[in-house]
Structures are given as structure tokens and as C-alpha cells.
């Protein structure tokens, strides 16, 4: 593994000058940031966001590939890789399909998304490794191995079916094991990190069938598989930005089912796919049109950039052998046609009626405001939801800021949240927070007021923004 400091010396080199720019406006108190952020917070939001809006723009595949670089593994983790095999039958896809169709508007036409083939899926089994220090390199034995070493560690039945961020297009288990490990030390229990494939060569729905594939392994695993079955009150969805998405667009598949009444062939036997304990979402992406005012709002607040700084139209992108797309499309993960599905957009849900408990939190970051509604809708509609909000903190802020203290506050209340909805059930309830910066003071909000936009003005603007995007720049988050 190549860990020469040089790379990094020459991409921070021309950030310098801005660093001291940063460093004297927030030292004297001339920016609004000053009054909500340490100088490392300042120093690191300016640099991220001067890397995102700055920068030459690259291909696609070129910063895809950078962002599956494989750190290693080492230090307080155990890391068993596994791949679940695909199921004899492919009822599983023809449900799915059915689910996609049903959320359609009245008068959409039939079809309009690549139908993907059902594959085996990779996944990484993740947990707390106590005897370890942060340097302890991995043990080479067998992943079955690992496995029961790991689970000889592993206390509570709580297993996290975790998905990663990465705008659907980036990143993987490997670069959310620092989260995946962190969740399992403080719920005592295990993550199972899903790698599902990536956009744009493989578009919606091929991420969501990989979700699901990995959700009735777990129920229902398959021969050869290294764990038990679990049962589904001790699973809980979570995930990151694009992966709280994921979180929710699958439970949303489930609800769909239910209504249907579809049940799924499962390596010779008809099963049922019941609602999980609950789903936990950080920074939860729900709208990939980006429509919401929070994109204009708060980009004073977040790294990732506004539609005001990459233009509706966007910038020319270097085409490379998988963007763009042929046919062409205007977004990364869905085709045109299905921006404001449900299932790609949950924002545009319209029941979430029969949910499990929803944990939504989120910073003062361009997704503000699709998390709210999500939550102001979901509680109104009878779901127990937790909700928290974070002042003047970015997207993702807890993984990209982990010395502040809002970052441990994050952590300990996402983890106790798994615990309680698998554990300690009878304590979770309906209940809103707001954090303030620095000081971390509590204000209780009431859920069902956080959104001041109806339905309907939700989806006019997701119906305008998906109209006004193009294939140049396919999504604000595309330079990431």
C-alpha cells in the first residue's frame, strides 16, 4: 500500500493561501461561521469545499476509482468477508419490479429503468475488536474464522444491515468501516456492510435489489452461510447520505409488498419479507433533484455545493468509458423518467404508513429540509420518529469531524437508538432535538410542525428540478 505523504503535500500546497484567508476571518470574527465553529472546523469545511467547487473536474470513473481504495484493516476491528449467494429462483426481481410500478403516478407509463440481473452479493460482517490496539494488524486466518471470533465479542442481538454513502456512485465497505466499527463498539452488536453496486454502470434498481438480496440473507441465509438466521426485530437499516436513502427506499419496497400482499421464492421455500426494528439514517440524501430551499439555504454551512454554484445546466464532464451513459441520462443513478420515484427519491413517498421507527438526523446542510419532511411526515402519518438537527454542522459532519463534540453526542445517540428500538424497545418515542453549536444545548421540536412546504409543493419543485437538470453535471454531488 502506497502511504507516501507526497500526493497529499501536493494537493494541500495550493490550498495555503486560503487557509490563512480562512484562518484571519474566523480569528477576528468577520465570517458567520466564526460564531458556530472551532478554527479546525472552519479550516477543514474551507478546504473540502474549495476541493469540491474548486478543482479541475474529473471523470467519473477516475474519482470512482479513488474513492474504492482499499485502506486495509487493522486496529480495534474484526472484518469478515463474505458473499451471499444469489437465490435459486428470480421471483425476487419480478416482486421488486412490481413494487417500482405500483409507486408509479396514475398514467406513467410501464417500465422506463434498466431491469438488473440478480447477482450474488458481497458484504462485510463487522465488529468490535476488544483485545486489539489501534495498530493490531489483521489476523490471516480463515473469514469463517473471523467471523466466530468476532461473534465470541458480540453481546446484544443487534445486527446493523449498513449502507455506505457516496452519492450512489462512490465509496464501499471498506471506507465505512471506521463508522461500522464504531456502531458495533457502542451497540455491542454487528454490522453486516453491504457493497452493492454502483452507478452509473449499474442504475437504479440495481443498488435496492442488492439491498434487499442482503436483507433476506440475513432472514433467511443462505447454504454456506457463516451466520444463523435473525430474526427481524433485531435488524435494523442504516446508513449514510445515499445509504440512508437506501435505509429507506427499501423499507418503503417492503411497505409496497405488504400492500400487494407479495410474498418472495426463496431457495425453494415462499417467504415473507417483514418490517424491520427500525432504520437509522445519518444526513439522509432523499431527494436526488436536489429541489429543496436547504440546497440554496444552508450552502453557508455545508462542503457540498449549491445548484447556484454549478448552475442548473452544470459543467462540461470529461466523458470517460462509463459517463456518459448510452442512451443518455441526466442523473448518475436513475434514468429520467424515475427521478421522483419513491423509490429513488423517498422524499416523494406519499405513505409511511406501517413503518418501523425512523431515526432521521441532520446537520443545517443543503438536505435539511427533505430529512424534516420526511420526519414531519412519517410522525403525522403515526410512525415513531426520532429526529435531531445539528447547528451550522455540514453533511456527514460526525465522520468528517470527529474530534468535535457534537460528534460523540451524534454517535452515542445513533447508537443508542439501534440499541433501544432491538433491545429496550418500550423507550423509544416520537421526539424531536435541536443542537445548538458549541454549546450543544437541547430544544425540543415537535416533529409533526417541521415542515412549513405541503406535498404538493414538495413534488412541484422536485418535478422542476429534475425538468431543468442535464447530463453535463449530473447532480451537485458529482464532483465529490
Known amino acids: 500500500m502506497d502511504t507516501s505523504p507526497i500526493p497529499l503535500i501536493k494537493a494541500v500546497l495550493p490550498k495555503v493561501p486560503l487557509m490563512g484567508k480562512t484562518a484571519l476571518t474566523h480569528t477576528f470574527g468577520l465570517s458567520e461561521q466564526s460564531k458556530h465553529w472551532d478554527l479546525r472546523t472552519a479550516l477543514t469545511i474551507s478546504i473540502l469545499r474549495s476541493f469540491i467547487t474548486d478543482g479541475p473536474v474529473h471523470p467519473v470513473s477516475k474519482v470512482q476509482h479513488i474513492s474504492l481504495k482499499d485502506p486495509g484493516i487493522k486496529g480495534n476491528i474484526w472484518v469478515s468477508k463474505v ?25 406513467q407509463p410501464e417500465g422506463g429503468f434498466t431491469l438488473p440481473k440478480l447477482l450474488p452479493v458481497e458484504a462485510e460482517w463487522t465488529g468490535y475488536r476488544a483485545g486489539a490496539t489501534k495498530n493490531s494488524a489483521e489476523l490471516k486466518i480463515p473469514e469463517e474464522q473471523k467471523y466466530t471470533e468476532m461473534m465470541r465479542e458480540v453481546s446484544s442481538p443487534t445486527t446493523i444491515l449498513y449502507f455506505h454513502g457516496g452519492a450512489y456512485y462512490l465509496m464501499d465497505p471498506a471506507s465505512h468501516r471506521p463508522t461500522c466499527q464504531k456502531l458495533a463498539r457502542l451497540t455491542k452488536g454487528r454490522c453486516f456492510n453491504v457493497r452493492y453496486r454502483l452507478a452509473p454502470q449499474n442504475p437504479f434498481p440495481a443498488a435496492l435489489l442488492d439491498a434487499l438480496v442482503s436483507y433476506l440473507s440475513l432472514l433467511y441465509p443462505p447454504e454456506g452461510s457463516f451466520h444463523e438466521a435473525v430474526r427481524p426485530e433485531h435488524i435494523v437499516f442504516a446508513g449514510d447520505s445515499a445509504g440512508g436513502n437506501l435505509s429507506l427506499v427499501l423499507v418503503q419496497t417492503i411497505l409496497e409488498f405488504r400492500r400487494q400482499g407479495i410474498m418472495i421464492h426463496w431457495n425453494g421455500e415462499e417467504r415473507e419479507v417483514p418490517i424491520p426494528a427500525g432504520v437509522a439514517t445519518c444526513s439522509v440524501w432523499a431527494d436526488v433533484t436536489h429541489s429543496s430551499p436547504s440546497c440554496e439555504e444552508n450552502a453557508l454551512f455545508d462542503y457540498l455545493p449549491s445548484v447556484s454554484v454549478t448552475g442548473d445546466a452544470g459543467m462540461e464532464y470529461p466523458p470517460c468509458d462509463i459517463w456518459p451513459t448510452n442512451p443518455p441520462r441526466k442523473n448518475l443513478y436513475a434514468d429520467d423518467g424515475l427521478l421522483c420515484h419513491p423509490l429513488v427519491s423517498p422524499l416523494a413517498a406519499k405513505s409511511w404508513e406501517g413503518s418501523c421507527p425512523l431515526y432521521i438526523q441532520t446537520g443545517q446542510e443543503l438536505l435539511t429540509d427533505e430529512d424534516k419532511h420526511i420526519a414531519h411526515k412519517a410522525a403525522l402519518q403515526g410512525v415513531t420518529v426520532v429526529y435531531e438537527e445539528y447547528q451550522a454542522m455540514p453533511h456527514c459532519f460526525a465522520m468528517v469531524l470527529e474530534q468535535l463534540p457534537g460528534s460523540y453526542t451524534f454517535f452515542s445517540n445513533w447508537s443508542t437508538f439501534i440499541s433501544d428500538i432491538v433491545c429496550k424497545r418500550e423507550r423509544v418515542t416520537t421526539k424531536g432535538t435541536h443542537y445548538a453549536a458549541k454549546t450543544l444545548k437541547v430544544t425540543e421540536v415537535d416533529v409533526t410542525t417541521l415542515s412549513v412546504s405541503s406535498d404538493e409543493e414538495v413534488a412541484a419543485r422536485m418535478r422542476e428540478r429534475a425538468r431543468k437538470m442535464t447530463a453535463r453535471q449530473p447532480d451537485t454531488m458529482s464532483k465529490l
Open 83 to 107: 458473499t451471499m449467494a444469489a437465490p435459486q429462483e428470480h421471483n425476487i426481481r419480478q416482486a421488486l419490479f412490481k413494487a417500482i410500478e405500483g409507486l408509479k403516478e396514475p398514467g
